[in-house]
Nanobody
Framework: QVQLVESGGGLVQPGGSLRLSCAAS????????MGWYRQAPGKKRELVAA???????NYADSVKGRFTISRDNAKNTVYLQMNSLKPEDTAVYYC????????WGQGTQVTVSS
């Protein structure tokens, strides 16, 4: 059974940075595409960024140039470096492992506010 545990969320001022981590267990992490999603109050969950097993990445237009997704297969961990944060980035951020059955973490709150 796959387990995904996110960490690194919190309160940050506009223009600040945060790094989210998602530690995976129970699967062969290195072969899975991993993604970060977010869901703001009253809005649908949306893809923020994803990375394939080969290291290819894609980003939502709203975060291009500000966020960077990366992975450390030796640590079974995927990261999301978030820079130049804006109030509209406020959301619960979820980690997702793509597979025959997708797996999700419990989410971590990111709040961008002065």
């Amino acid at each position: 059974q796959v387990q995904l545990v996110e960490s690194g969320g919190g309160l940050v001022q506009p223009g600040g940075s945060l790094r989210l981590s998602c530690a995976a267990s129970g699967s062969i992490f290195s072969i899975n595409t991993m993604g970060w999603y977010r869901q703001a109050p009253g809005k649908k969950r949306e893809l923020v960024a994803a990375t394939t097993s080969g290291g290819s990445t894609n980003y939502a237009d709203s975060v291009k140039g500000r966020f960077t997704i990366s992975r450390d297969n030796a640590k079974n961990t995927v990261y999301l470096q978030m820079n130049s944060l804006k109030p509209e980035d406020t959301a619960v951020y979820y980690c997702k492992m793509y597979g025959k059955m997708d797996s999700w973490g419990q989410g971590t709150q990111v709040t961008v506010s002065s």
